[in-house]
């Protein structure tokens, strides 16, 4: 079973930028899809952005040109980097691995002056 831990979310001023990781243990992710999704309150979780095991990713239209998802597999983790970071983009961050359906716990994201 694969276990996720998210980290890196926080309090960010609009503008600014932040990496999210997602260390997975237990088992390897590294053949695997791994998406993040978001989910502000009172909303419904969405997609943001996913990798494949080939490195190709996807993009929510809302955070492309500005969030970047890779990939490190010898470390067995995916980090998100988001910049120019707005308001809309407050929410709970959460990493999903597609093979084992496992879901970290989210890592709060919270853009505000």
């Known amino acids: 079973q694969v276990q996720l831990v998210e980290s890196g979310g926080g309090l960010v001023q609009p503008g600014g930028s932040l990496t999210l990781s997602c260390a997975a243990s237990?088992?390897?992710?590294?053949?695997?899809?791994m998406t993040w999704y978001r989910q502000a309150p009172g909303k419904a979780r969405d997609f943001v952005a996913s990798?494949?095991?080939?490195?190709?990713?996807n993009y929510a239209t809302s955070v492309k040109g500005r969030f970047t998802l890779s990939r490190d597999n010898a470390k067995n983790t995916i980090y998100l980097q988001m910049n120019n970071l707005k308001p809309e983009d407050t929410a709970i961050y959460y990493c999903n691995d597609f093979n084992s359906g496992s879901w970290g716990q989210g890592t709060q994201i919270t853009v505000s002056s």
């Open positions: 990798i494949l095991t080939t490195g190709v990713t």
């Open positions: 237990g088992s390897s992710i590294n053949s695997s899809l």
